[in-house]
């Protein structure tokens, strides 16, 4: 360990909740260097929504380079993008009647924003964007501006200009209805609001801490933008790709979006890819106007053409509809034994999160559920939520065993007198892991 506390920048996050040395990995769990096991709840961020190593996809992916075929290519023509994008049009796009064009803006999910950003700015000749309270976008500057998180903004360093900062769904308690504010102050030339380019959202806030918008919620958005002339952006890098069932997160509530980012699992192998998806009327960009070098990475479009066989036939959005509803009622049914430390169940999917009155008992469930095998880390402005985004593929007995972990993370908690001291983070910032050996043997009742 001493190699990265020695060389590795203190810029370093996830390596302090989980300190070990990881050597292998295979469908939803992890092995380190010791020989243990660990359940893997955390998944790449979402990055990894059909798990480690899938054998389908490392198979195409080593085929592809023992042939010696072309890996950097930047936004040259290759064979494996061509594949990609005709399965791409074939399985996503073309079945769901959406007229987008596709656009690689580089390789993370925060390409995909600045990429969306610029290109909203461009074609309305308008520079404000409205975002949301506790949104998260990406780490780089146009990213930031629409992310809600002080610490992180804080981090640019300069200001963040160009946005305007809206209540999410829920984030009133339902004491003002919907949109009043924005519309209001749309249509008041005294608001001091210029006129919007665009309004991005996520459909479910992970890193706000698991907060999800309802489908009428998403609607009445979507209406707002059309009715003022603003482009609507869906950031779905991390809910996109079946995190929440279908293939796209918004397409329950049945909104097409202006634009689309999507980067995460989209190579399905945890391999660096980013799209962002618009109509041909908004690609006004000339030639070379964003570019990167990474933007067409060849091995990250073969196995991103290779995870689209999971959603050639209706079973994944299925599986991930019934694993769901088994991880709500084991929560809920966690949350009802514990009510004095957790608050609130929320999620959709396979995205969920448990909420905890104090921050400090989430980054201490986090810890003590480390130390028995499961990788789950903390979400929202305070680190108060315990988010579970465990691989698509999980099967339903490794749910089962993981849940069961952080049930006996949760009674180990309930038996401390007080809050735990020093409890950090369990997941994003600045945390360290800790915790007791003492397992407990209590079967779940869902």
């Known amino acids: 360990?001493?190699?990265?506390?020695?060389?590795?920048?203190?810029?370093?996050?996830?390596?302090?909740?989980w300190p070990t040395v990881f050597t292998t990995a295979?469908?939803?769990?992890?092995?380190?260097?010791?020989?243990?096991?660990?359940?893997?709840?955390?998944?790449?961020?979402?990055?990894?929504?059909?798990?480690?190593?899938?054998?389908?996809?490392?198979?195409?992916?080593?085929?592809?380079?023992?042939?010696?075929?072309v890996v950097h290519s930047l936004d040259m023509h290759t064979v494996a993008k061509r594949r990609f994008?005709?399965?791409?049009?074939?399985?996503?796009?073309?079945?769901?009647?959406?007229?987008?064009?596709?656009?690689?803006?580089?390789?993370?999910?925060?390409?995909?924003?600045?990429?969306?950003?610029?290109?909203?700015?461009?074609?309305?000749?308008?520079?404000?964007?409205?975002?949301?309270?506790?949104?998260?976008?990406?780490?780089?500057?146009?990213?930031?501006?629409?992310?809600?998180?002080?610490?992180?903004?804080a981090s640019a360093g300069v200001p963040l200009a160009h946005t305007v900062t809206m209540p999410y769904d829920g984030y009133l308690d339902g004491r003002v209805p919907d949109f009043q504010l924005l519309e209001r102050?749309?249509?008041?030339?005294?608001?001091?609001?210029?006129?919007?380019?665009?309004?991005?959202?996520?459909?479910?806030?992970?890193?706000?801490?698991?907060?999800?918008?309802?489908?009428?919620?998403?609607?009445?958005?979507?209406?707002?933008?059309?009715?003022?002339?603003?482009?609507?952006?869906?950031?779905?890098?991390?809910?996109?790709?079946?995190?929440?069932g279908p293939f796209f997160s918004f397409e329950t509530a049945g909104i097409v979006p202006a634009i689309v980012c999507l980067s995460k699992s989209l190579s399905g192998y945890g391999l660096p890819l980013a799209l962002t998806l618009f109509p041909p009327e908004l690609d006004v960009w000339a030639p070379g106007e964003h570019s990167g070098t990474f933007r067409g990475s060849d091995p990250a479009f073969v196995t991103a053409a290779a995870a689209l066989d999971f959603w050639t036939g209706e079973g994944l959005e299925q599986q991930t509809a019934a694993k769901g509803d088994l991880v709500r009622r084991a929560l809920r049914s966690l949350?009802?034994?514990?009510?004095?430390?957790?608050?609130?169940?929320?999620?959709?999917?396979?995205?969920?999160?448990?909420?905890?009155?104090?921050?400090?008992?989430?980054?201490?469930?986090?810890?003590?559920?480390?130390?028995?095998?499961?990788?789950?880390?903390?979400?929202?402005?305070?680190?108060?939520?315990?988010?579970?985004?465990?691989?698509?593929?999980?099967?339903?007995r490794e749910l089962d065993e993981g849940l069961e972990i952080l049930a006996r993370a949760l009674e180990t908690l309930a038996r401390e007198p007080s809050g735990p001291p020093d409890a950090g983070s369990g997941g994003g910032v600045d945390s360290k892991s800790a915790g007791d050996q003492n397992h407990a043997n209590r079967k779940l009742s869902y």
């Open 335 to 396: 949350a009802n034994e514990h009510r004095g430390l957790v608050t609130e169940v929320r999620g959709r999917g396979l995205v969920w999160g448990l909420a905890f009155a104090e921050p400090a008992r989430a980054a201490a469930v986090c810890r003590a559920a480390f130390e028995r095998g499961l990788l789950v880390e903390t979400s929202g402005p305070k680190g108060e939520v315990v988010k579970l985004l465990p691989p698509l593929t999980t099967t339903e």
């Open 85 to 153: 994008l005709e399965a791409f049009q074939r399985v996503v796009l073309g079945p769901r009647k959406l007229g987008y064009k596709v656009q690689l803006p580089g390789p993370a999910g925060t390409s995909a924003v600045e990429a969306a950003l610029k290109l909203a700015r461009k074609y309305t000749g308008r520079q404000t964007v409205i975002a949301f309270t506790n949104a998260f976008h990406g780490m780089s500057l146009g990213s930031l501006a629409v992310t809600g998180n002080a610490a992180k903004r």
């Open 26 to 69: 295979q469908g939803s769990r992890m092995y380190d260097e010791e020989g243990r096991s660990f359940l893997d709840f955390f998944a790449g961020a979402g990055g990894l929504n059909y798990g480690h190593n899938h054998p389908h996809l490392k198979t195409e992916l080593m085929r592809y380079l023992a042939a010696d075929s």
């Open 185 to 244: 102050m749309l249509e008041d030339s005294g608001s001091g609001l210029d006129r919007p380019a665009a309004v991005i959202v996520e459909t479910v806030q992970g890193e706000g801490g698991v907060n999800v918008a309802g489908p009428q919620w998403l609607c009445g958005l979507a209406d707002l933008c059309k009715r003022h002339d603003m482009l609507l952006i869906v950031d779905d890098v991390q809910m996109g790709c079946g995190r929440t």
């Open 1 to 17: 360990m001493n190699v990265f506390q020695k060389l590795e920048s203190e810029v370093r996050s996830y390596s302090r909740s």
